[in-house]
Nanobody, 121 residues
């Protein structure tokens, strides 16, 4: 059974930092991504990492503030979020893709349950 389990969300003040984790079990992926869904809006791409080689891509709103990394031994992906802003408030999801790396959520076959990140002013 394939599972993605996110952790690390919470409440933080603007300017603060959080690190989200996504532990994968049951299989490995070509790429893993983070998406987020702010209140009342559609889910949006945050960033991705290709498991082999570790190359990354980020959405413009988070470039320079967020960093995705992986731990091969733990089959875990991390999202380090610095200089957080109130507009980063959202439910954050990790997702795994078997064959592709894309900013489109359609290529991701497996999803975590989501973790809430709230940034206060």
């Amino acid at each position: 059974q394939v599972q993605l389990a996110e952790s690390g969300g919470g409440l933080v003040q603007a300017g603060g930092s959080l690190r989200l984790s996504c532990a994968a079990s049951g299989r490995t992926f070509y790429a893993m991504a983070w998406f987020r869904q702010p209140p009342g809006t559609e889910r949006e791409f945050v960033g991705l990492i290709r498991w082999s080689g570790g190359s990354t891509n980020y959405a413009d709103p988070v470039k320079g503030r967020f960093t995705i990394s992986r731990d091969n031994a733990k089959n875990t992906v991390y999202l380090q979020m610095n200089s957080l802003k109130p507009e980063d408030t959202a439910v954050y999801y990790c997702a795994g893709a078997a064959s592709w790396a894309s900013i489109s959520e359609r290529v991701y076959d497996y999803w975590g349950q989501g973790t809430q990140v709230t940034v206060s002013t």
